[in-house]
């Protein structure tokens, strides 16, 4: 007969309030097999943990059941602690009586009878259960960083500092992302290319960074430790490896097109670096736009390079990758505002959003960094919107954290570059970060004028001589009940963030699930938020959820961590819960064989039945469901062990 | 009072578990009804599991897994959808109301999917009264 101890966990007032768990330890204490039943404030505290340890001493435990909050949540922590008493850790059940019982049901009784079924149903299968040998295998030490924006960037460096090698992917022909298009930074205003392009540059010269621009990662397979992963490198035109980076082709390349990175303001050329300071610095050439690939003749840019690096016939290329550890850092799109017709983004030239204003200002930009309209004249009056599709839901219920910020950084600097008006249309200033709410109080006194209210509409229909000509701002202010009909030159939007257009792609190669906003998600929000359910693979930055930039550099630096714990170990422990072939019973019909995603079965001629390699074996069971005479068992799952447990959920 | 149903669930451990999870972490209130067991993939569950379960007394079967496509085993789910559309034929050929089992793909992200299921399902099962054809069996298994 088995000895089982039963904790049953209060979790402060959490499963207590809806939970009597005195009852639910009376209970346990009368079923067969349970030799101790307790109950706890805290199991999971270290004198929670200690009381689990002594009762397995002390009453010779041979199985425990934590009666607590969610197994995906603390089952972990329990094996450690039942391992240390000498128990193998797969005699640990838990029973979720938190997020399956106290928290979702209201009435005391009905909460109690079904907390008392599912411990029931645990005792059934716990009887059952056996231990399970550990398994490890080699850890690969290198990583794979995906996006080379600032997140991705300084997540490399932090591993490539740590002495690992690190391969990072970005998608664009330079590194940088959406911070080498900032022009300053708040709340301290530093230069946004002063503190990020020597960051590019250390990528590039780092010996363990191997940089892989214009390329985007087709397939990963494999798990933690032990990643295959498939990269497609876009055909460029330009041999890298022979390209000087003497730029005379772009000088003479007549092909135009508009500047992806200065947000369509301005042209480059069909062969192209993104800005000056990119990395690499070497250029790619845009089929759409280049006068070869278009009419069939030019081949300019191929008659001035002394180095022979155009190549027009350039193929795609596959580069195969094995890795340890994968970190996502793959960031927002800023949210299409043609869409929010109401603003008239698109239809009146006055109306920027938040990213060309960052290029009008920059000085590496369309107007060398004047803060002049499309039609070159000096703005008189501006307003600037906040939460154009965020807080909204409309669009985005989501407050994207950064606006009421770049807000106030764009209001500064409208005020330092023109004498213009400034007004800021907001609903809540959110100046959550360290020194920004002092940064808003500086710009209380630069004589910005902040209206309580969100932007209803913005039009060009004047009701009155002082409208003509202008835009009208329509908008209640909610301090003085007033609707306003606010007359300006310039319109800015801050456009809500959002997920990168395509992330559903990367979300099947990555086996990283979205949530409903379609960022990724993390592994617990509060205590695992760079962690994914995918072992081995890590988000950070705005991949997760709108962030400004101190917070995606603390969490790529925190993701570095996190993926050298596996990468820096020799051996990495697997989960044991693997399945296996009971070659008496087996047929020899290769069901299994057939089923399994990841190859672990194989058919033995000589033996005329199947085997499965338990390193390639994930644990999933299909096989186990799929195995017409019953030879395969699924350990931990087996069909014993879960009929019990029905039988027991089934019984009160 | 009305009739109170007892309710198997069967979740996989990375889509329905978690989304199960949300909706507890957000207070999601549903009802007592569904006893949920957990499996790592739906394609783990034998058919003889749910017959078993109706056996055993259970007014209603709710089997939840990832979305088709979006597997953790990436295959998995799609040898459960085959596997589990027979076993609802093979149910309603025993004599059973094939409204007792349901099959739903609930992601980690649908706390509250999860929670409108379970609420649908037990008012579906209430409303059918208790299951007698396959529990009256019981007997058998001793």
């Known amino acids: ?652 | 009072m009305s009739f109170d149903p007892k309710i198997l669930g069967i979740a996989c451990n990375w889509c329905t578990y978690t989304g199960a999870d949300l909706a507890g972490t957000t207070r999601l209130h549903y009802p007592h009804n569904v006893r949920v067991a957990r499996v790592m993939c739906s394609s783990r569950i034998n058919p003889a599991f749910i017959f078993r379960a109706f056996v055993l007394g259970a007014d209603g079967v709710l089997v939840g897994g990832c979305h088709p496509g979006d597997c953790h085993y990436s295959t998995g789910n799609l040898y459960a959808r085959r596997r589990l559309a027979v076993t609802k034929k093979i149910l309603e050929f025993a004599g059973l109301e094939p409204e007792r089992f349901r099959v739903a793909w609930i992601s980690a992200s649908e706390g509250n999917i999860f929670a409108e299921t379970v609420r649908e399902f037990t008012e579906q099962v209430r409303n059918l009264g208790p299951q007698t054809k396959l529990a009256a069996q019981k007997r058998m298994l001793a």
């Open chain 1, 1 to 652: 007969m088995s000895r089982i101890g039963v904790f049953v966990c209060h979790c402060g007032l959490n499963i207590a309030r809806t939970v009597r768990v005195d009852e639910v330890v009376e209970f346990a204490r009368k079923l067969p097999g349970v030799v101790l039943a307790e109950d706890y404030k805290f199991v999971c505290s270290t004198p929670g943990q200690e009381l689990i340890q002594e009762s397995i001493e002390k009453h010779r435990l041979d199985r425990v059941i934590v009666a607590a909050c969610s197994p995906l949540m603390h089952e972990k922590t329990f094996r450690k602690v039942i391992e240390k008493s000498g128990l193998n850790q797969y005699m640990l059940t838990i029973v979720n009586i938190r997020e399956q019982c106290s928290w979702v049901i209201e009435d005391e009784d009905k909460a109690t009878e079904k907390a008392k079924a599912m411990v029931n149903g645990a005792v059934y299968r716990a009887r059952l259960l056996a231990p399970l040998a550990a398994r490890f295998i080699d850890v690969n030490h290198d990583a794979l960083v995906v996006g080379a924006g600032i997140t991705g960037i300084q997540a490399a460096l932090e591993l490539a500092n740590a002495g690992r090698k690190v391969y990072l992917v970005e998608k664009g022909s330079t590194i940088g992302g959406h911070m080498a298009q900032f022009d300053k930074t708040f709340p301290t205003l530093d230069c946004s290319a002063c503190i990020l392009t020597p960051k590019m540059d250390a990528v590039l010269q780092h010996p363990n960074i191997e940089l892989l621009t214009y390329s985007e990662v087709s397939e990963v397979q494999g798990f933690v430790g032990n990643f295959n992963v498939k990269v497609r490198q876009k055909a460029r035109y330009v041999d890298h490896e022979k390209c000087n980076g003497c730029m005379a082709c772009m000088e003479k390349c007549p092909g135009k097109a508009s500047s992806e990175f200065d947000e369509l303001l301005s042209t480059r050329k069909a062969i192209y670096i993104p800005f000056p300071q990119a990395v690499p610095q070497k250029p790619i050439i845009d089929r759409e736009s280049c006068t070869y690939f278009l009419k069939g003749k030019c081949r300019l840019c191929e008659k001035i390079c002394q180095q022979g690096a155009i190549d027009y016939e350039q193929q795609d290329s596959e580069i195969s990758l094995q890795v340890g550890a994968i970190i996502l850092a793959t960031g927002y799109d800023l949210m299409n505002t043609e869409a929010l017709k109401q603003f008239g983004y698109g239809s009146y030239p006055g109306v920027y959003h938040a990213l060309e204003i960052e290029r009008l200002f920059n000085s590496t930009g369309p107007t060398d960094g004047k803060a002049v309209m499309r039609d070159g004249r000096e703005p008189a009056s501006i307003a600037i919107l906040h939460c154009i599709g965020s807080r909204d839901k409309n669009y985005n219920e989501y407050c994207s954290r950064v606006c009421c910020m770049y807000a106030l950084k764009f209001a500064h600097l409208f005020k330092e570059k023109t004498s213009a008006d400034v007004y800021q249309l907001y609903i809540d200033m959110r100046c959550f970060g360290k020194n920004y709410e002092e940064f808003y109080h500086r710009l209380l006194e630069e004589d910005v004028k902040f209206i309580r209210g969100k932007a209803a509409r913005v039009t060009d229909r004047a009701l009155s001589p002082e409208e003509e000509g202008k835009l009208i701002v329509e908008v209640e202010d909610t301090l003085s009940n007033k609707f306003m009909r606010l007359p300006v030159d310039m319109v800015v939007l801050a456009p809500a963030m959002q997920a990168r257009r395509g992330v559903e792609d990367l979300s099947r190669i990555f086996n990283v699930s979205l949530d409903k906003n379609r960022f990724f998600i993390e592994r617990h929000p509060k205590l695992d938020p760079l962690a994914t359910h995918t072992d081995g693979v890590f988000i950070a930055g705005a991949c997760q959820g709108p962030k400004d930039i101190p917070d995606c550099v603390a969490q790529a630096i925190g993701a570095a961590a996190e993926a050298i714990t596996i990468i820096g170990k020799d051996k990495l422990e697997l989960e044991a819960a693997t399945a296996f072939v009971n070659q008496q019973i087996c047929c020899g019909c290769q069901n299994c064989v057939q089923v399994c995603p990841y190859d672990a079965p194989g058919y033995l001629a000589d033996k005329g039945a199947s085997e499965i390699n338990e390193a390639l074996c994930k644990g999933c069971g299909l096989c186990a469901a799929s195995c017409p005479t019953g030879a395969i068992t699924a350990r931990h799952f087996a069909n014993d062990q879960f009929m019990a447990e029905l039988e027991g959920l089934m019984q009160y």
